[in-house]
Every structure is written in structure tokens, then in C-alpha cells.
């Protein structure tokens, strides 16, 4: 990556230079610690995927490797569950979350940020309190509210009941980020005619990109791995999402722990994926002045 | 994206919103209904999805529910009085300020050091800032249950590698006593909360000017002053937003907890969180009444925190 | 780079408008249909851990059956994992969500409600006389029955013959001395990592704890159906396993946190040398090639004559959508011998009904579970039909375990307090 930042024509933000960084021996030291580290928090979900490939009878063996690895076990998952079906949910939920979160969270962020209107205050603690409330606690209201209006299994009401958690967030850091975007540049535009809506829209956005990418990476994965509600407002296997589909291993007499943890594993790789696409975006957005 | 990198979220406090918000002066179409239709959306959907659960919740902590649901009329404050009388409350309460202000002091402490050095020009950083996002990732929920595995008695790769450490003499039972089950779920608990928390830092670090280092070197500051002196205060923003999203986060954990003891044995490893959905068991109108208190206690930390750390004060 | 990210972005629509059409319907559940109504709503536990073993397709199977048999009706099946239903019912009850029929651990908490209907009203005659004696009478509270037994489990003593032999141990322990015995020899030998399982954790310390307690003539409750949770039998019980297993390192070292999965797991992994356990463990230990021997629970001077037994419930709600007609129909569809020996082969349970139970027993490839059939007619139950029972065995559930690690005196002390404000609480 730092070859991509390099390439890239230039990078006239500040240029945070820390001091005396080109010592040799320093970097040495950092980068052993550093990939230390990457190893340290790789360790338990390496683990995970070892206990998914091992044979079931050497399950209980307390060793570091199994005497072979059963591929097979990522295969059988797929057949012992419905673990294809409930991906989808899951992809579908997460995205659908992720793209209501920001469809309403981006114009209020956009107001909040840039007006000052009566209860602005009040609003914002609003969205405050939202994020103190754990759905965990909520679980029950949910189930009748949601019961009460038929909409049981629906993905919808996943998508918009994650979304409602996760909203707190998204204005938070949308607020800030906009604004620390002079307005003047958006004035100009509306000068020329352009009304605030497509200000926002044409000038705004895509300065706030990173903000935006944030608040987008963080409710996806929030709502991926969301567990307590998926459990409650959905009973139907074939609508439940991933995280309640994995959690159907554990049975009334034993832990297919094989199968949970292989399920886990392919759980994670999507993330990991969109990770791939946008994390490197932050990551510039974020670095664009260090690795020039 | 490329040509100017913003400043970061951590810049401005989310509480405090923009630099300059300035009234409202031309009002024209839209703009004459105000912020409306702006901010009606985020409120319309709050109201639905997280207020009308909360009446409920505080509707039914006033409640007498049957163990099997059934609603059997009006409780009055009997749930609060019983909740208040229940043994293990006390120790539960402490237990729950412990838990979250040991946590979030060493995740704010630990992804200090970790912004700091990711923040370093070395060889694959890409990639061991990949490795970082993992916890982040991953589901709390599967991680907890991972650990839960690694540990185990008597087929936890932990123990095996503990004792080719020398560290024990046989198998344990880390998660069987309160002792050892608390300080493993702390530690969980920190790695799950380390990648948001260091992302944010690591914003907030590049949001420093490289003059302001430029300038303190200049003027002879050993590195340990430079970190003092300029780049803490510099952080302040961003350290604040990992400080209160982390508080309210750690004090509502759940899944952490309830995947690896259940709060057990007994309550003896239970926060507040915990202790609700225990009672969920037993008494639904008791639980709801802990809920209530829950949300006071978090109230309350959160601006318990605001108020020492003048969150407010450049506002 | 700002186009990718508006591409990833817009990918994520498309793949999300794209899967919509295929996604989950709403579920409707507003309630459409008036009572009296045909669609009968089925929610059930699952006892399987996967497709090969889950409950759901045998309930599946039932409800294409019935609809097939009975032109007009319908039936939503719903099936939901062991650990959840009780949470997930619970759920459903207090939003007004009541299913028609439904099949879990126990059912005389929705008795206490009035929310269930009476046996005879929705199951006919000859039906209900095929229902097995003993279980029959469990499902009664005072005097009318509500419950209607679905499966049954008993409870037995398994040892590792392997470890046994390792460890010289040529007589299976009938009394606690000999278990003791039994597995310091064990432990001194290391045949098994853990000689005894004791699984007090709260996924099933009543169960643990009453066949401890029966051994020493001890139990839940007295014969004036008074609770006698912290009897001094019961107390004596607690300090002899302190005592005896779980201070001298012969067991787990935390008991209160064990739960049964980790027990039967261990054992199908031969670490465990002796334990108490359910049918489900014979596969379990086959499939670990563990080679086992089974026996009569040991008690405190003599093995226990009559052991745990356990059965599982099945029970139509009032407040249903359906009509009684309907959920009678459906159960008496239901309670055949066919499908019940079918359901229990699956999970080695013991049907409740007469002819299915015969026919089970009948059949070589049971042979088996021959003991457990055997101890099932004097087998000795939790008080299900008691209003109350529900509230403590919760109550057990969390704190109970902790009687092997705390005080008992304390711990059985503050369970018996519970345990009679529950059952004021009920009258």
C-alpha cells in the first residue's frame, strides 16, 4: 500500500513528519513489534479455523494441529445448515442498513452541521441517547412492536431495526466531518444557483467521503454481526441472518464445534472482502500526508 | 479523496458539530420548513424502532409478568423494591464500574501505543494494519465463543500453550471461578474494542501538522516531550469520542460475557447487562426494572465523564 | 478512487435490491384469521445440532402429512433451538403471539396463567388412553390434566471401561464410598482426566443435583409436596461432594460452571472416567469409539432404585388462532406410533405412548437403550405439574450449582427461600 500511496500524483496535505524516522535499526524494532502484534490478534481466529478443519474424534485433543486436516468440514456445513440462505439475509440486511443508515443519517448530519436551529442541541442528545441503548435490553418492546405489525421474518424489519441502532454513530461522525468542511466552498456553488440540497450533494459529499466510508464500514459491520435481534424478530431459519444460523450448532446434548467454527470463518471472509475494497480508502484518506 | 485529506471526525466533537455553524440566513423553498425535513427521517425512525421499545420497557418494569409472559396487572414499584432487595445487586453494581473503567482505561491506554506505532513508517504496514481490523471483523460474539474454546479445560490450545510456557503446571479451569474468568473476559474484551479505538486515534494523529513536530525539534524536545507536550493535547478530540463510545459500549456489553461464563458461576460474573437477561429468566418485570436502572447508570457515567473532561468547553 | 468507492457502494444496491426478491416474506403474524380458524400454528424444540439430526424436517414431514390428510387446514411449523425456546416462548406469550401447540421442557407455568387447554379437550379418548401411565399422571395439575408427555428420558450411570481397567478397578461403584474410591484410583493411575463429571452449571443443575440428592434419600420436595430444597439430606449431600470430589481435584474444579454439554463431550473423548448421563450419550460415546458400560445410579449406601426420569411436553393454548377442532385434529394426527417411535429413534428418547414405547422396545436395534426402558416405569420425575416448579427450577439453574463450591447450607438455603415465594406466588 504504501507503493499505491506513492504512485498516487500528489499528496499536498499536511505532511506529518515524525522525527528521526529514517534511523534504520528503529524501524527494524517497530516492524518486529508491529508484526508481533498482527500475529497476536490473528492467533484466536487462526485458531478457529484450525478446530473447523479438524476430524470430529480428535475435537477434544488438547494440541496445537490435528494429525490431519478435514477439508471436508467447510463443505458439510453448507449441507448441515442453511448456511447459504442465511448469508443472504445477513448481505442483505447489512447492505440494506448500511445504504437507509446513510440515506437519512448524511441530511441530517449535513443540517446539523452546518445551521443553527432551534433544538439543535436537543437533537443531537437524542441521537446520543440512541447510542446508550442496547437492543439487548429492548428485546421484548421489539418483538411486540414489530409482532403488532406483522412484520415478524421480514428482512426489512432487520434492516431497519439495525439501522436505527447504528444511526447514532453515523450522525456523530457525519456532523463532525462535515463540519470541518469550510462552508465557503458549498456558498460559491449555491451562489451560482445551485440550491443547498445539490451543494450538499456536488460539493460536500465527496470532500466528506472518508466520514462517510467510516460511518458505512462501521454500521455494515455492526449489522453483520448483530446477533440479539436477529434471534428475536426472526424465528424462520430460512430468514434468520448468519450470526443465529451459526448459533443453531449448539444443540441441547453437544457443540458441533467443527461445524461453528468453520461457519464463523465463512462468516468473516465477507467482511474481510469489503474490507478490502474500502478499508484501503480509509486507510489513505487517513495516511495521505505520512507515506508520501 | 486524494489531493486534500480532510480533517478527521476526531477534529470535532460529534456533540459540538460544525466549526462554524451559522444561522440561518437566506430562506428560500425547502429551507422555510426549517431543519425538518432534514432531520425528520433520523428522528421518525429513532421514535419507531428505539422509543417505542423503551416505553414499553419502563411500562413493563411496573408490570407483574407470570414466568410464562402472562401479563397479571399492574405491579406498582414492587419489581424496583425486589430488585433493590435482591443479594447480589450490590456486588453486581461494583462489579460492572469495575469492569468497564478497567476496560476502557486499558483499550484507551493500549490503542495509544498501537496509533502510535501503526503510525510509523515500517515494511507491511498495509497488511499488519489488516491484521488489526480482525477483532473489528469478527463477530464479538464468535471471538468471545473462541476464547471460550481456547480455554477450556480440557481442550483449550491455551492451556497447552501455557504449559509449554511454563506458566502452569496443568490444565486450568480459566473461566470456572470469578478470579480468572474476570481478568480473561476483560482481556477479550479490550481486543475486540482495540481496532475502533486505534482507527480513531490514528485519525486523530494525522490530523497533527507536521510544522508543529517540525518546530518542537527544532527547539531541541526529546521525543518523550514532543509525545506530551504536543501530540496528547493534539488528540484530545479524538481520544474523547474513543473514551464515550467505548464507555457506553463496554458498560452495555453482553455478548462477551454471556458467551463465556453466563455471568456464572452464581452471579459472580455478572455486570448489570447480564444480570438483566438472568432475571429475563425469573421475572420479566424485574428485568425490565434492572433495564431502567441500567440506563440511569450509564446516564450517568457517560455525563459523569463529559463533566470532568469539560467535553463542552471549547463549545 | 472516489469512483470505486461510489462502485462499491453501488454494488452493494444492486446486490441488495437483487436479493430482495428472493429475501423473506413478512410473517403476518397481525392475526388474520378469527379463532376458530384452520391454520394451526406449531412451535417445537429442536433437539439435533444439525440437518442430519434436527427437529424441524420431522415436524415438517407431520404438517405436509396432516394437510395432505385434512383438505382446508394448514400448519406453520416453527421450530426453534433448545437453548432459546423457553426465552423465545416466553417472548411470544407476553406480546400476545400465542402459538396453538407447542412442545417444550415443561408446561405447568402456562397452567398457573389458565392458558392452556384442558388434555380432553383437545386430544380424543383413545388418544389419550395410549399415553403412557406415569407420564399421564405428570401432566395432571391437582387432579386435571394439561400436559401431554411428548418424550422421555431416564438418567443412568456410564463408565469408561477402558479407564476402569487402566486404573484396576474391577467393581462398578453402587454407593458414593466406592465412586470416591473409584476415581482417586483414576485419578492416581491418570486413566481419565476427570474421574468423575459433575456438571452443576445452569444448563441442567436440577437434573445433577436430584440424583445426588435422591441418594441420600433427599429431593426437591417432601410427600406433602412441600419444597425441602435445603433439607438437611440435601445439605449432607452438597459437603460430602465438597468433600469428596470436588476438594481432592476428582472432578471439575468448578463444578457451578460445567455445563452437561462439556460432561458428555468429554466423555465421548474418553477424559471422563464415570458420569451420570442421558440416552444421548450412548451415540455419542460410539461414534468417540469409546468403549462403555452402564449401571445403576450409586447412592449414598445402595444404588438408587429408581432413577431421574425426564419427559419433555407437549401443550395446546387457548388463546390460539386455531379452533379447538383444529389443534385436536392436529394432535391426534400427530400422537401416532409411527411418528413418535420415529421421533424419539432420532435423539435415543423413550416415546410415552403404550403402543409406540412396545414397538420401540420391541425392535433389536434398541436393545441398548434396554436399562433405560427398564428404569423408566419407576422412574422418579421433577415436580413439573407443580405451578411453581418452572420459577425454581430457574432459580436452581443459576445459583444451585454453587452449593458444591460455596456453603451449601447458605446457597439451598436461599433456594428454598425462592422456592416458597414462588409457590405463594402461584396459589
Known amino acids: ?28 524494532v517497530i516492524a518486529v513489534v508491529a508484526w508481533g502484534l498482527a500475529a497476536l490478534f490473528l492467533a484466536p481466529y487462526l485458531e478457529m479455523i484450525i478446530t473447523a478443519l479438524r476430524p470430529k474424534s480428535e475435537l477434544r ?22 448456511l447459504g440462505q442465511n448469508l443472504q439475509v445477513t448481505l442483505l440486511v447489512a447492505g440494506g442498513a448500511t445504504l437507509l443508515v446513510l440515506l437519512v443519517a448524511l441530511p441530517a448530519a449535513y443540517y446539523t452541521a452546518r445551521m443553527k436551529f432551534r433544538g439543535r442541541k436537543i437533537f443531537l442528545l437524542l441521537v446520543l441517547v440512541t447510542q446508550m441503548f442496547q437492543p439487548t435490553a429492548l428485546l421484548i418492546g421489539l418483538y411486540r412492536e414489530f409482532y403488532q405489525l406483522g412484520m415478524l421474518n421480514s428482512v426489512w424489519t432487520l434492516i431497519i431495526t439495525n439501522a436505527a441502532f447504528n444511526l447514532a454513530f453515523a450522525v456523530w461522525i457525519l456532523t463532525a466531518y462535515i463540519g470541518s468542511i469550510p462552508a465557503e466552498l458549498e456558498e460559491a456553488a449555491m451562489v451560482d444557483g445551485t440550491s443547498r440540497f445539490g451543494a450538499m450533494i456536488k460539493v460536500t459529499l465527496p470532500l466528506a467521503l472518508p466520514g462517510v466510508v467510516t460511518a458505512l464500514i462501521f454500521t455494515f459491520i455492526t449489522t453483520w454481526n448483530e446477533f440479539a435481534m436477529g434471534l428475536t424478530l426472526t424465528t424462520d431459519p430460512a430468514s434468520q441472518p448468519l450470526t443465529v444460523g451459526i448459533n443453531n450448532f449448539i444443540g441441547a446434548y453437544t457443540v458441533q464445534w467443527n461445524y461453528l467454527f468453520a461457519a464463523s470463518v465463512v462468516a468473516i471472509v465477507p467482511v474481510i472482502i469489503l474490507f478490502a475494497f474500502i478499508e484501503r480508502h480509509v486507510v489513505s484518506g487517513l495516511t495521505a500526508g505520512s507515506v508520501k | 479523496m486524494s489531493l486534500k485529506a480532510p480533517p478527521s471526525p476526531a477534529e470535532t466533537g460529534g456533540g459540538r458539530g460544525g466549526r462554524a455553524p451559522r444561522p440561518v440566513s437566506r430562506r428560500s423553498g425547502l429551507a422555510r420548513l426549517g431543519p425538518l425535513p432534514w432531520i425528520a427521517p433520523v428522528i421518525l425512525l429513532i421514535l419507531f424502532v428505539v422509543v417505542w421499545p423503551v416505553v414499553e420497557l419502563v411500562r413493563t418494569s411496573f408490570l407483574n409478568i407470570s414466568i410464562s409472559g402472562k401479563n397479571r396487572g399492574s405491579a406498582g414499584t414492587d419489581k424496583y423494591k425486589k430488585l433493590f432487595e435482591e443479594t447480589d445487586l450490590g456486588a453486581v453494581l461494583i462489579w460492572t464500574v469495575i469492569w468497564t473503567v478497567v476496560v476502557v482505561a486499558l ?36 471471538t468471545a465463543i473462541g476464547f471460550k474454546w481456547m480455554l477450556n479445560q480440557t481442550a483449550g490450545v491455551l492451556n497447552t500453550l501455557m504449559m509449554d510456557l511454563g506458566f502452569i503446571d496443568g490444565p486450568q479451569d480459566w473461566l470456572g471461578k470469578s478470579s480468572t474468568a474476570w481478568p480473561w473476559m476483560m482481556a477479550v474484551a479490550i481486543f475486540v474494542s482495540l481496532p475502533f479505538t486505534t482507527y480513531t486515534l490514528l485519525a486523530g494523529l494525522q490530523t497533527i501538522p ?99 473532561s469539560r467535553w463542552n468547553e471549547e463549545d | 478512487m472516489r469512483n470505486r468507492v461510489i462502485a462499491t457502494g453501488a454494488a452493494t444496491l444492486v446486490m441488495a435490491l437483487g436479493l430482495s426478491a428472493c429475501g423473506g416474506d413478512g410473517d403476518g403474524g397481525g392475526g388474520d384469521d378469527a379463532k376458530g380458524g384452520k391454520t394451526i400454528k406449531v412451535v417445537a424444540a429442536d433437539y439435533g445440532t444439525s440437518a442430519a439430526d434436527a427437529s424441524k424436517p420431522f415436524w415438517d414431514k407431520v404438517a405436509k402429512d396432516f394437510e395432505a390428510a385434512n383438505k382446508g387446514y394448514k400448519v406453520e411449523v416453527q421450530v426453534i433451538n433448545w437453548t432459546d425456546i423457553d426465552k ?9 403471539n ?21 388434555v380432553d379437550d383437545v386430544m380424543s379418548p383413545k388418544t389419550s388412553a395410549n399415553l403412557s401411565k406415569g407420564f399421564a399422571e405428570a401432566g395432571k395439575v391437582k387432579g386435571t390434566a394439561y400436559g401431554m408427555p411428548w418424550v422421555a428420558s431416564t438418567r443412568t450411570f456410564f463408565y469408561n471401561k477402558k479407564a476402569f481397567a487402566t486404573a484396576g478397578i474391577t ?12 476415581a482417586k484410583k483414576l485419578k492416581e493411575k491418570k486413566a481419565a482426566e476427570i474421574p468423575y463429571a459433575l456438571p452443576l452449571g445452569p444448563e441442567e443443575t436440577q437434573g445433577e443435583t436430584l440424583m445426588w440428592e435422591m441418594g441420600n434419600g433427599g429431593g426437591y420436595k417432601d410427600d406433602a409436596g412441600k419444597y425441602t430444597i435445603n433439607s438437611p439430606q440435601n445439605v449432607e449431600t452438597f459437603k460430602w461432594l465438597q468433600d469428596n470430589l470436588v476438594k481432592p481435584g476428582l472432578t471439575y474444579p468448578n463444578p457451578a460452571s460445567t455445563d452437561r454439554k462439556t460432561a458428555f463431550a468429554d466423555f465421548a473423548a474418553g477424559k471422563v472416567g464415570m458420569m451420570n448421563g442421558h440416552p444421548s450419550v450412548i451415540k455419542m460415546a460410539e461414534e468417540g469409539k469409546v468403549e462403555f458400560g452402564m449401571a445403576k445410579i450409586p447412592g449414598k449406601t445402595a444404588p438408587l432404585e429408581s432413577t431421574l426420569g425426564v419427559g419433555d411436553w407437549t401443550m395446546a393454548f387457548q388463546d390460539g388462532k386455531a379452533g379447538k377442532d383444529a389443534v385436536k385434529k392436529f394432535l391426534d394426527f400427530t400422537y401416532t406410533k409411527d411418528n413418535l417411535v420415529k421421533f424419539a429413534s432420532m435423539y435415543n428418547f423413550m416415546p410415552v405412548t403404550t403402543d409406540a414405547s412396545e414397538a420401540m422396545q420391541a425392535d433389536p436395534k434398541n436393545a441398548k437403550l434396554k436399562d433405560f426402558f427398564a428404569a423408566l416405569p419407576t422412574a422418579k420425575f421433577y415436580p413439573v405439574n407443580d405451578t411453581s416448579w418452572d420459577v425454581v427450577s430457574a432459580e436452581i439453574k443459576k445459583t444451585g450449582g454453587k452449593a458444591a463450591s460455596d456453603d451449601p447450607k447458605t446457597v439451598l438455603d436461599d433456594l428454598q427461600k425462592k422456592a416458597e415465594e414462588a409457590a405463594k406466588a402461584v396459589k
Open chain 3, 171 to 182: 467393581k462398578v461403584p453402587t454407593t458414593w464410598a466406592e465412586v470416591a474410591d473409584a
Open chain 1, 1 to 28: 500500500m504504501a507503493t499505491a500511496a506513492a504512485a498516487r500524483p500528489k499528496t499536498t496535505g499536511p505532511s506529518v513528519k515524525p522525527p528521526k524516522r529514517t534511523f534504520r535499526p528503529r524501524t527494524l
Open chain 3, 98 to 118: 400465542v402459538p396453538d401447540i407447542l412442545q417444550t421442557g415443561g408446561y405447568a407455568d402456562k397452567v398457573a396463567d389458565d392458558l392452556l387447554y384442558k
Open chain 2, 107 to 142: 483499550t484507551m491506554l493500549i490503542s495509544l501505543a498501537l496509533a502510535q506505532l501503526f503510525n510509523q513508517k515500517f515494511p507491511g504496514r498495509t497488511i499488519t494494519r489488516w491484521a488489526l481490523i480482525a477483532p473489528w471483523a469478527a463477530s464479538v460474539l464468535m
Open chain 1, 61 to 82: 485433543d488438547r494440541t496445537y494441529l490435528p494429525s490431519s486436516f478435514e477439508w471436508s468440514n467447510f463443505i458439510e456445513v453448507w449441507k448441515q445448515s442453511e
Open chain 2, 210 to 308: 507536521g510544522e508543529v513536530y517540525e518546530a518542537s525539534r527544532i527547539d531541541g524536545a526529546g521525543t518523550w516531550q514532543t509525545y506530551r507536550h504536543i501530540t496528547l493535547p493534539m488528540l484530545r478530540p479524538a481520544f474523547l469520542i474513543g473514551v464515550v463510545i467505548n464507555l457506553i459500549n463496554v458498560f452495555n456489553s453482553f455478548p462477551i460475557i454471556w458467551a463465556m461464563t453466563q455471568g456464572g458461576p452464581g452471579y459472580d460474573t455478572s455486570t448489570s447487562m447480564v444480570f438483566m437477561y438472568k432475571l429475563k429468566e425469573t421475572d420479566i418485570g424485574e428485568s425490565a426494572a434492572m433495564s431502567v436502572v441500567n440506563f440511569a447508570l450509564v446516564v450517568v457515567l457517560v455525563l459523569i465523564f463529559l463533566k470532568v
Open chain 3, 88 to 96: 423465545t416462548v416466553k417472548t411470544m406469550i407476553a406480546s400476545g
